[in-house]
């Protein structure tokens, strides 16, 4: 008897360590063009649970998301309808992945979503249902690797696989439906519906890829490539921050000119200039083909603003550089003290990173020495300024979420968490305890509703059946959460209807 009793004591007061609620699955291609989106991980995530996606998302993250209408979709049992923005640029995709990140303790979900790039576009980027290639899916499985469905796929105008020049696929061929990116029965590769493998090995005609979908690609690749390595995020200023240098440094006298050159109407460029408005992709596509630059070169790389290319003649191909000359531009890089790396100089210059290595070991090492030590510097520096930023975010009323922290000032999570590790958890902690006050006050609001009402016919001989209450109420929809359906349970057994409940 006493070893029952301490049994549920034991239990009930066992405070189990935090640890991951979910598995620490590794997400597939990330630091790729291919990086894995976000619902194709959550569906091998239930899959590696052996549960239902409805039964992992709709029960896990209901206490982690912060949005009401999400939250109530999950009480239906359902994703509502802001689900197709999921894998984009949006605030829902945000709830997602922190909820994500929480359950599982990873630190880079945030990349199998469009969100680092949010400052950048106007609009989700993402379609609105699921697309796949047919090759691609049957290659994988094939090969004896993982299937998945990469973020590039779902990308807005891309609709052809860049790697078998066959169309996309965005309907089921069995049953013909369009596959949301969430469903109950999802499976990877497969259609959630009638569970169909979607991949198959037959060619299809190939198809060029139109001049557009040329520029999709070279722009959205290295965005998700490069999301998760990323020094900084560009916030919402960046654009019209780019533009302007652009302009100036190109000497442009005037913006009605500047907008002649790209064929752009003058009060749009203004507006971007000016941080009033994004450009539209199809804007993007233009300004970019003018300067002869992908978006993640214009817009994240440092650009010598003068001069770049501004008449759009030069070829994108340049020859490789000869011995001599790469060992021209060693010299030059290590004497003019520039902090880059033999990487990154190989590639600016067009040589090989491997000939000049060979050729040049100790010009190569004191490159990369001073590349070293020039770093170091800029690690306090940038450590400094990450303090600085979490600090003043501490100060801000009301509290904001590590990932609003984040998308503000353009510093990334992993990059504040790891300069920063204990400003960081005071950020994040004290958001989650605003949070659960918020949640704390809007209950106790709600309550009050819901007893007034009550109060209010109980008084007039009418009986507060919960349809009766319902009627009455601010939100009909409160009833949905068993708890605000405990309080009126409550509240009816206080005042002696205990037989009727
Ligand atoms: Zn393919
Ligand atoms: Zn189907």
Not at 358 to 377: D, Q
């Amino acid at each position: 008897m006493n070893d029952m009793k301490f049994d549920n004591l034991f239990l009930d007061k066992l405070k189990i360590p935090p640890r991951s609620t979910l598995y620490n699955l590794e997400p597939i291609g990330l630091g790729t063009p291919y990086a894995e989106s976000l619902t194709s991980y959550i569906s091998r995530l239930s899959q590696s649970h052996n549960l239902k996606v409805t039964t992992l998302v709709c029960k896990t993250f209901t206490t982690l998301v912060n949005k009401e209408y999400i939250e109530q979709a999950f009480q239906t049992g359902g994703f509502g309808s802001s689900i197709r923005y999921i894998n984009g640029n949006s605030p829902v995709s945000l709830e997602y992945v922190s909820a994500l990140e929480e359950l599982t303790t990873r630190k880079d979900l945030l990349y199998l979503t469009m969100n680092s790039w949010s400052g950048l576009f106007s609009k989700n980027v993402i379609g609105d249902t699921r697309k796949w290639c047919p090759i691609c899916l049957e290659e994988l499985k094939s090969n004896g690797k993982e299937v998945y469905e990469p973020l590039i796929w779902y990308i807005k105008g891309i609709d052809t696989c860049d790697r078998h020049q066959v169309k996309l696929e965005d309907k089921c061929t069995n049953c013909g439906k369009k596959l949301q990116f969430l469903h109950n029965n999802l499976i990877v590769g497969h259609c959630q519906y009638c569970s169909v493998w979607l991949g198959r090995d037959n060619q299809k005609n190939s198809t060029n890829l139109s001049e557009y979908e040329i520029f999709l690609f070279n722009t959205f690749k290295p965005l998700i490539e490069n999301a998760l390595g990323l020094q900084y995020i560009p916030t919402k200023w960046k654009i019209g921050h780019v533009l302007n240098k652009v302009m100036k440094e190109n000497n442009f006298i005037s913006v009605t000119q500047f907008a002649k050159y790209f064929d752009i109407h003058q009060t749009m460029l203004s507006n971007w200039i000016n941080n009033k408005a994004k450009p539209s992709i199809e804007s993007m596509f233009k300004i970019s083909n003018k300067l002869n630059l992908s978006i993640y070169e214009l817009f994240y790389c440092n650009q010598n603003w003068s001069n770049i290319n501004i008449q759009g003649k030069k070829s994108f191909k340049r020859s490789l550089l000869s011995v001599k000359e790469i060992e021209n531009e060693l010299r030059k890089a290590i004497n003019d003290k520039r902090n880059i790396s033999l990487h990154k100089l190989s590639n600016e210059k067009n040589f090989s990173y491997m000939t000049a290595k060979r050729n040049f070991p100790s010009l190569c090492e004191r490159l990369k020495a001073a590349y070293k030590t020039n770093n170091k510097v800029e690690e306090i520096l940038r450590k400094d300024e990450i303090d600085k930023k979490l600090m003043a975010t501490l100060e801000l009323e009301p509290p904001i979420s590590f990932m609003q922290f984040s998308i503000n000032t353009g510093i990334p999570i992993v990059n504040a968490k790891r300069y920063s590790p204990e400003l960081s958890k005071k950020v994040i902690d004290r958001y989650l305890k605003f949070r659960a006050e918020e949640k704390a006050k809007r209950f106790r609001v709600i309550e009050e509703e819901i007893r007034n009402v009550i109060f209010e016919l109980d008084r007039n001989g009418i009986y507060p059946g919960i349809k009766t209450v319902q009627k009455k109420l601010s939100d009909p929809n409160y009833f949905i959460k068993k708890e605000f359906r405990t309080v009126w349970e409550i509240e009816l057994e206080k005042l002696g209807y205990k037989n009727k409940v």
